[in-house]
């Protein structure tokens, strides 16, 4: 039996209130699908104003304690990494599905057997994986499955990131952020996000070869790695596939491009500054194609450029995909169905993350 | 008496330290793990000044660090970065330093806020403005600022309603100092421009070490009532401005004159924009806001009326409260707190050297 199969709103509960606890938050406060029941955070006045900020039942800084009273049917653990197996448990055991952010856990085993613990206490569990809801994304993987770009052969996901920035909130050696003990370190704060599109880009791709060059082009003892650059190549149902995962901190602008080939086309987008072009057969005859897709693809961006102006006025940020992602997760707890990001999209994920982790070479400086 | 200052290599910070070696105490400084304490040398060099070392943000060192202190400074509050950044630095950090404080039986709290917590737009233009004025209860239309330090203000209200705590809220207005000439009461940022925004209004300016010494002056009479001027300070706001400030035209056109010739005033270009026009402006493209896009744009401060008034209006500011609870007068002029800007003095070691003030 679905956990709810009235039409009155899940009970949901958050624990942890730093900054991704804003988009989480604003979604359960605005959500019909949601009743925002509880906010957990262990210092007393982060909970508090959270709470009082998005109209909250309660306020809690001991998770156990308001799992006890809020009777929860959704918990969302935002939280830093170390601490999501430990209070996913707990929100399972309490009889709540859980949404967790990425990374969920720090390895694929790791992620297994919290998924296991998961169904035998027949809930979901559910990672964080925001950027495969986001506008363009979608138009890209529905483009690919309606096959415009012909097969897929080539997936590149490349994210630029100023994580040396001084003022930034990972380079603080005052207050080394959790994320440095994670096995990739900085770059598993974005790791995840980028392995999950990669998979649902490339049709599914088995990976055959993966080759992941580490590099640590700073230095010093906080980051154990501020560059990677991956090499995959495998196979789908429909033949070979190549990918390529970059994450650089050196280059300029902030941004998270995505290219995808395919047998006859490709698409590109980038989620930082969003425009999506499309190069494709079309109908005018092959010598006027890439005048046509000139054309298109023009007019696009000049598009792109105004639509983004306004979505930056209107805070449509990229963020925008998680609150997507939490709506269709929501409506599938209701309706007892499967969540869209299921069981086996996290531990693929979770593997391939392993796989790069275990090339790495820990020494100073570029290096592999 | 023995001082616990946070926030202590800052732009105030390092003159409070000093203010209070000058004026016979023993200071620790807390400082951020990494933090160089060069803008303390002088004052640590009199051997009344201890530097220690821990993260308010999560409390490490605070436990060691306090126990033994009469009063507490806390100064420290993050200016820059995103409402959760500032939430950490600030909001959390004080909650951590309370805490620490009350497991360390330290009662005694100078706490620094801001006028960036009053609630301008429920005043009239002209009024007089002193400790009585309404302060933000919603911070809806503030900046992320205002809503941090709205947090910490409730903060230290209830450390200071605890049973045998004591607390006295010290507001100063916009701190100008060296380093600082240039500040956001002039206008503000509109990509390539500077705005410059009103030019006859005086606004509620003080000068950093006119600042250290009233903060040094609360500490002593938070801590020895018997002495303070007009009676026990536990429990009062205090709201410090300078006398006789100048409008903002006067303001820059002083600025102006010391700035040439000196390597150490940056001196923005920029338009200026009569305060009721801005105004007018802000409060058509609110109006857009709501009723095109439902609220939901976010424009920049200048584009806000409620941050508009919070930084333009004019009204008549008063600092009655300070010379009479704390026997404070401001010790410097713009004048010479100008030239004391562009001077190359050692302004620590000038403190060190000068008398406390009489209460």
Known sequence: MPLNQSDRPLRAAVIGTGAISAQHLAFLSSSPRANLVGVCDLSPVSAKVAARRHDAGGSFTDAAAMLDIVNADVVHILTPPNSHGFLARMALDHGAHVICEKPMTATSDEAVALLNHASLAKRHLVENHNYRFNDDVVTMHDNRVAGTIGTVREVEIRMALPVRDPKGRFADENLPNAIHKMPAGVIHDVLTHMVYLLDHLSDHATWDTVSATWSNHGGGDLFKVDDLDTVLVGHHANGSVHGRLRFSAQTSPDSFGIIVRGSEGQMSTDLFHPFLDIRKARAVGSQLTPIANHVVNGASLARAGFRNFGQKLLQHSPYHGLARFLDETYTAFAAGTTPPVTPRDIITAAQLIDRMVGQMRLTQGATQ | ?359
Request: aromatic share 8%; hydrophobic share 45%.
């Open chain 2, 1 to 359: 008496m023995k001082v616990f200052v946070t926030g202590a290599t800052g732009f105030v910070g390092r003159y409070v330290v000093a203010r209070l070696v000058a004026n016979g105490h023993e200071v620790t400084a807390f400082v951020r793990p990494t933090s160089p304490v060069a803008t303390l040398q002088t004052a640590i060099e009199t051997g009344h000044v201890t530097v220690a070392r821990g993260e308010l943000s999560t409390g490490l060192g605070l436990a060691d660090a306090m126990s033994g202190h009469d009063v507490i400074v806390h100064l420290a509050a993050v200016k820059g970065g995103d409402y959760f950044s500032r939430f950490a630095g600030t909001v959390v950090g004080t909650e951590n330093l309370l805490k620490a404080a009350q497991a360390a039986n330290v009662t005694e709290l100078v706490a620094i806020s801001t006028f960036s917590v009053y609630e301008y737009a429920a005043l009239k233009a002209g009024s007089l403005f002193d400790e009585s004025a309404p302060v933000v209860t919603n911070p809806k239309g503030r900046d992320e600022y205002t809503e941090t330090k709205m947090y910490q203000d409730e903060l230290y209200q209830d450390f200071g309603a605890l049973p045998g705590n004591r607390m006295v809220m010290i507001r100063p207005g916009m701190i100008y100092g060296r380093g600082e000439e240039w500040h956001p009461l002039l206008g503000g940022d509109l990509g390539p421009v500077y705005l410059r925004i009103g030019s006859k209004v005086r606004p509620p300016i003080v000068y950093v070490e006119n600042v250290a010494d009233a903060i040094a002056l609360a500490a002593q009479h938070l801590h020895s009532p018997a002495n303070a001027p007009v009676g026990d300070i536990d429990g009062l706001v205090i709201n410090l401005v300078d006398d006789h400030l100048p409008t903002q035209d006067e303001y820059v056109n002083k600025l102006k004159v010391l700035a040439i010739g000196s390597d150490s005033i940056t001196f923005p270009r920029y338009v200026k924009v009569p305060f009721q026009v801005m105004k007018a402006a802000a409060v058509a493209a609110q109006a857009v806001n709501v009723r095109v896009f439902k609220g939901r744009a976010k424009l920049p401060g200048v584009a806000v009326p409620a941050q508009i008034d919070a930084r333009f209006k004019s009204f008549r500011y008063s600092n009655q409260r300070a010379k009479s609870a704390l026997g404070w007068s401001p010790r410097f002029s713009l004048d010479t707190a100008l030239e004391r800007c562009v001077s190359k003095r050692d302004l620590a070691a000038d403190i060190l050297a000068a008398p406390a003030q009489e209460s």
